[in-house]
């Protein structure tokens, strides 16, 4: 981890702007238009979870929402290509 971390550390500048993305879509044609594009996308479309499980697991008492902000641009980069990125879930107490 410390790696990508460090990785990140020194790309900074280059992570100011986000590449485009499924979010975009969605803004740019509206639901509708968000809908078909999904169901022409030929690809796999693919959902990462680890911010949600990592507040739902023993690392909810190490990691930070302030850790995961921070991690957030790498991720928005790194992870461009996934249709999907769950950040909330589980059971409310």
Same mark, same amino acid.
């Given at each position: 981890?410390? &790696? +990508?971390?460090?990785? *990140?550390?020194? @790309? &900074?500048? %280059?992570?100011? #702007? #986000?590449?485009? @993305? *499924?979010?975009? &879509?969605?803004?740019? !044609?509206?639901?509708? @238009?968000?809908? !078909?594009? &999904?169901?022409?996308? !030929?690809?796999?479309?693919l959902?990462?979870? #680890? ?5 739902q697991?023993?690392?909810? #008492? %190490?990691?930070?929402? +302030?850790?995961? !902000? ?7 980069? $790194?992870?461009?290509p ?5 950040? *909330?879930? @589980? $059971?409310?107490?």
């Open positions: 981890m410390c &790696v +990508y971390v460090c990785v *990140w550390l020194a @790309g &900074v500048e %280059r992570l100011l #702007t #986000t590449p485009h @993305g *499924w979010r975009d &879509v969605l803004l740019e !044609k509206g639901p509708e @238009g968000f809908a !078909k594009a &999904v169901r022409q996308h !030929k690809g796999l479309l959902m990462d979870t #680890t911010f949600r499980d990592a507040h697991s023993l690392l909810a #008492t %190490r990691v930070r929402t +302030y850790d995961l !902000k921070r991690i957030s641009p790498f991720v928005a980069h $790194t992870l461009n996934l249709f999907a990125l769950e950040n *909330w879930g @589980g $059971t409310p107490m």
